[in-house]
């Protein structure tokens, strides 16, 4: 179990390190006319693999029911944003163009959820073992 909540949390970590590193991609795509597509297109697609690794470990690591939600959460905005709006280019615009909007929406899910389990980690650790006596059966 505590090995999932790590696993969990690394992924979670990965997830919005990868979301601030797309945003730099598209930056440099749009902003700086460096790049082409390729950088931010590739990077989306695996940022499904965190996601993926964050749905198993949060059953694995029995995580809170409300983190379960929003993580299942997540994963819906992202494949509504990486595998639905972006190809309805031509036949909707202006919902595919909520795809930067829902990149916002993944970045705060992600940071929330990465915080989330480092607190759900910190309460299942076990406490340490003391090696004082204790005070109560001390007199």
């Known amino acids: 179990m505590r090995l999932s909540r ?3 949390t690394v992924a979670a970590w990965l ?3 990868g979301v601030a590193t797309q945003v730099f991609f598209a930056g440099m795509a749009v902003v700086a ?3 082409g597509w390729d ?3 590739g990077l989306g697609h695996t940022l499904a693999a965190p996601l993926l690794i964050m749905l198993v470990t ?3 690591g029995k995580l809170p029911g409300r ?13 509504l944003q990486a595998d639905v709006l972006i190809f309805m280019r031509a036949s909707a615009p202006v919902l595919a163009a909520l795809h930067p909007v829902l990149a916002l929406l993944d970045f705060a899910l992600g ?4 915080r989330q389990a480092a607190a759900a980690r910190a309460v299942a650790a076990p406490a340490p073992l003391s090696l004082q006596p204790d005070s109560a059966s001390a007199d």
């Open 111 to 114: 940071f929330a959820l990465a």
């Open 33 to 35: 006319n460096r790049w």
């Open 67 to 79: 983190m379960k939600r929003l993580t299942w959460l997540l994963f819906a905005v992202y494949v």
């Open 15 to 17: 997830f919005v390190a």
């Open 39 to 41: 950088n931010h297109r």
């Open 58 to 60: 949060m059953y694995l």
């Open 6 to 8: 790590i696993i969990y």
